[in-house]
C-alpha cells in the first residue's frame, strides 16, 4: 500500500523558515514526480510547488511561494523536501505532498500542477505562522 508521510509542519514566526519532508513507501512504481499542495481553511486547496522525477533542474512554483519556496529531492529521489523561507500569516495552511506515477522516460523532467493529475496524497502536515 502506497504511503505519503509529510513531516516538519509547526508554528514559526512570520519571516521564519521551516522545511517539509515527504517520504514515499511501500511502492512498487520506479518514477514519480511530486507536488506540494496547501488548504487554509475555507479556502480551495492550491498548488504551491512541483518537482520532476529528474529532480531540482526541473521545478515549478506558484507566484505566491516563487523565490521564496524550493521543493528539492537528492540523488535517492525519497524523500521530497518543501524549503520555506520568508514565510509569511498568509501561508497558514495543511500542506501536502503527492506523487504522479510515471510511466515513460520521456516524463523525467515533467511537472504538475494540477490536483486531479496526482495519483497519491499524504494526510497533511499543519503550517502556522504568526504576525
Known amino acids: 500500500q502506497v504511503q505519503l508521510v509529510e513531516s516538519g509542519g509547526g508554528l514559526v514566526q512570520a519571516g521564519g523558515s521551516l522545511r517539509l519532508s515527504c517520504r514515499v513507501s511501500?511502492?512498487?512504481?520506479?518514477?514519480?514526480?511530486m507536488g506540494w499542495f496547501r488548504q487554509a481553511p475555507g479556502r480551495e486547496r492550491e498548488f504551491v510547488a512541483s518537482i520532476s522525477w529528474s529532480g531540482s533542474k526541473s521545478t515549478v512554483y506558484s507566484d505566491s511561494v516563487k523565490g521564496r519556496f524550493t521543493a528539492s529531492r537528492d540523488n535517492a529521489k525519497n524523500p521530497v523536501y518543501l524549503q520555506m523561507n520568508s514565510l509569511k500569516p498568509e501561508d497558514k495552511a495543511v500542506y501536502y505532498c503527492a506523487a504522479v506515477v510515471l510511466y515513460s522516460d520521456e516524463d523525467a523532467q515533467s511537472t504538475f500542477t494540477r490536483a486531479r493529475d496526482y495519483d497519491y496524497w499524504g494526510q497533511g502536515t499543519q503550517v502556522t505562522v504568526s504576525s
Open positions: 511501500g511502492h512498487t512504481f520506479s518514477m514519480y514526480a
